[in-house]
């Protein structure tokens, strides 16, 4: 899996590509947690590249969320793959996650959040 990590004032953004399975799961918790380390609270991941995702993955993101929530942030998924976004529906997970249809919807909760801060 390739992870690219964007940070911003607010929070980190992760484009992800390839495969979230058992064997790349821990190097997506691991750069989440460098991210949190660094002071940002909130996580985006950005799904449009993921073309596999297996139970491995999926309980990884969920303990992913409980890591970003524990450290008082909030973690949202953006352009989920049509086979991932069945994945989440058949788990429902998609009642868990924040879902998103585009990045730039998800980059907008967090920068409508931001200024709602600073007021």
């Known amino acids: 899996m390739e992870i ?3 940070t911003s004032d607010n929070f980190c953004t992760f484009q992800l590509k390839g495969r979230l399975d058992l064997t790349t ?6 750069k989440v947690q460098q991210c949190l380390t660094e002071g940002h609270k909130n996580v985006l991941l950005n799904m449009s590249q993921v073309d596999f995702i297996n139970s491995s993955g ?3 993101l969920v ?3 409980k890591i ?3 450290n008082n ?3 949202l998924l953006s352009s989920l793959a049509p086979y991932v976004q ?3 529906e058949i788990t429902q997970l ?3 996650f924040e879902i998103f249809e585009s990045e730039s919807e998800a980059c907008a909760v967090f920068e409508e959040r931001a200024v709602g801060n600073t007021v």
Not at 25 to 30: G, H, I, P, R, V
């Open 94 to 96: 998609s009642h868990i």
């Open 68 to 70: 970003v929530r524990t």
């Open 86 to 88: 069945e994945i989440f």
């Open 4 to 6: 690219h990590v964007k």
């Open 73 to 75: 942030g909030r973690i």
């Open 25 to 30: 799961a821990s190097q997506l918790k691991e």
């Open 63 to 65: 303990s992913t969320l």
């Open 58 to 60: 999926l309980g990884t």
